[in-house]
């Protein structure tokens, strides 16, 4: 049965870019502000024809959300399980997120800041949806507590909802031309991780 948020029948090629083309729209005008009809005509189509793929808008931001997370989900599983140390899973899992989000996609902007936007049911698909993706940093410092990495008096959940937050609001602050880099930024934020969490 299909959840009510699931888009219709969609082309791969159709919904990247009917997606990316509303990113754009609600990342410059805010996703209250935009309408059906402007995202429409910024993929040359009609409203009808929006229509039909997405019954409404919340639909769209709904399905924008999920394919920002599964990007995320895909790049954060290529890094990890490119090594078999979990130490160092972790601190390629950091920088390949960090990288993500600081990468200057439409995408990427919209996830971190308009799913507030979202009620009701679509508020709680993209909590799930949220969910799946945090559940990959729970099975990674599992997998350091396993082998006796993890100090046994650090509470994982907690670590790893003040993490995410942490790296996440790096997007607000971080510049290319500014004065830290992203290696800097992964580097030092890998240091006090390992310093406060880990065992010597």
Request: with cysteine; net charge negative; proline share 2%.
């Amino acid at each position: 049965m299909k959840k009510k948020n699931e888009p219709q029948q969609v082309k791969v090629s159709d919904r990247d870019f009917v997606l990316n083309s509303a990113a754009r729209l609600f990342r410059e005008q805010g996703y209250d502000r935009t309408t059906v009809k402007e995202i429409a005509e910024a993929c040359n189509l009609l409203p009808g024809s929006l229509h039909y793929r997405y019954k409404a808008k919340e639909d769209i931001l709904v399905d924008l959300m999920r394919l920002g997370l599964e990007h995320a989900s895909s790049a954060v599983y290529r890094a990890v399980t490119s090594v078999t140390d979990p130490v160092e899973q972790l601190r390629l899992g950091i920088n390949s997120h960090l990288e993500l989000v600081v990468s200057g996609s439409d995408l990427v902007y919209v996830l971190l800041f308009e799913w507030r936007s979202l009620r009701g049911e679509a508020r709680a698909e993209m909590i799930e949806l949220r969910d799946r993706y945090e559940a990959l940093w729970g099975a990674m410092l599992r997998s350091l507590a396993d082998v006796g990495v993890l100090r046994e008096d650090v509470d994982q959940d907690l670590l790893r909802l003040i993490g995410l937050g942490a790296l996440n609001w790096v997007a607000t602050w971080f510049r290319e031309d500014g004065r830290y880099s992203l290696e800097e930024i992964g580097d030092f934020v890998w240091r006090v991780i390992r310093d406060a969490v880990l065992k010597d």
